[in-house]
């Protein structure tokens, strides 16, 4: 269907969403995506594309990438280790008020 002599290569044509597992947090957006218009033959007018195969003609490219900038990596970073920091906040203060009341 495509034209002839067009192969996707894997890497420069794929998309793909890095999410940071604990938050959901995105961490990188890689988005490609490609717009083909579908060349065939129409009733009515076939002398004009008389000779015409039916293919799959691409007409636009789109590649965009955003990541999470470097100023916000220690801010998420920060929010990722926030629960265990709270754990070990409320274990120190249980096993403090123990030491000083027994």
Known sequence: QFQYG???KEGAHDS??????KSSIPLKVE????LNVLLRKVEGIEYL???LPEVMF??????SV??????MAGSLNMLVMLPNIMQACGIFS????????F
């Open 31 to 34: 988005m490609r995506l490609q």
């Open 58 to 63: 691409p007409v636009f490219w789109f590649d």
């Open 6 to 8: 067009v192969h996707a």
């Open 16 to 21: 793909s969403f890095w999410v940071e597992p």
């Open 66 to 71: 955003a990541t999470l900038p470097e100023h």
């Open 94 to 101: 249980v096993v403090s008020s123990f030491i000083i009341f």
């Open 49 to 51: 594309f008389k000779n």
